[in-house]
């Protein structure tokens, strides 16, 4: 399995994200939990991927 086909859609969220939320100002609060919730999918995949690479030593 590509590491880069598996964190391809998390980037592609995250940029979906982060353009609504320079088009479109909110609440301040409303855009941090944006870039929190994109910043938490990205370190969950990056977990995940480490996960993987250690337990297969």
């Known amino acids: 399995m590509n590491s880069r086909t598996l964190l391809?859609?998390?980037y592609v969220?995250?940029?979906l994200l982060l353009?609504?939320?320079a088009r479109r100002r909110?609440?301040?609060l409303r855009d941090i939990l944006l870039v929190a919730g994109c910043a938490g999918l990205i370190g969950a995949?990056?977990?995940y991927?480490?996960?993987m690479a250690l337990a297969a030593r």
Do not use: H, S
Request: proline residues 6%; positive net charge.
């Open 49 to 51: 991927l480490l996960g």
């Open 45 to 47: 995949a990056l977990g």
């Open 26 to 28: 909110g609440t301040i």
């Open 8 to 10: 391809a859609p998390r």
């Open 19 to 21: 353009t609504r939320l």
């Open 13 to 15: 969220l995250a940029d």
